[in-house]
């Protein structure tokens, strides 16, 4: 068959089919690609849009939500530890802040963020008290006004934080 006959034979159903019979059996296509690659994909998709809002920072229920809210609908939690898991390995998510006093919160650093005590602090006492302003962490925390200000600049430079009418606000962190 000459290259013309070829691609005649191409515009059949029957050619077409012919043609691609054999990609089921084609060792370079990965076979390990699971459900669960393909809620990686949404998240890292998440990742790449969500940074310049959040700062580097996502919870759980934000990536959940954003997933049921896609194309998985009856994804569970559950799920979601194992994308988590999976993004660790690959170093996409850097690190994690828990709570222990606070149950079903899970932050996720996916940006290099210094995440020292003062900041864990503060996010802390926001996660208690959205509303927060500077003046519930010189109460909660007992710092001097400077203290605050430095804390506070730290935070607003790794755009971590939105400052409204005095209420602080962390755009990673929907309450």
Known sequence: ?????????????????????????????????DEVDQYIDEV???????????????????IFKYLQQRNYPDIEKEDCFEIISRLRVNRIILDELVFNDIPDFYLYI???????????????????????TKNDIKGKLSWDNSKIEKVIL????????KIEDNVITFPGIPL
């Open 44 to 62: 890292m998709a998440l990742l790449e849009n969500y940074g310049n809002i959040s700062g580097g920072i996502v919870t759980l229920n934000t």
């Open 1 to 33: 068959m000459n290259e013309e006959e070829e691609k005649k034979k191409l515009e059949t159903k029957e050619g077409l089919s012919d043609f691609f019979s054999d990609l089921g059996n084609d060792d370079s296509i990965d076979s390990d690609y």
């Open 154 to 161: 730290k935070l607003q430079n790794h755009n971590l934080i």
């Open 110 to 132: 996916f940006k290099e963020i210094d995440l020292d005590e003062d900041i864990t602090s503060i996010i802390k006492i926001y996660i208690q008290n959205p509303k927060m």
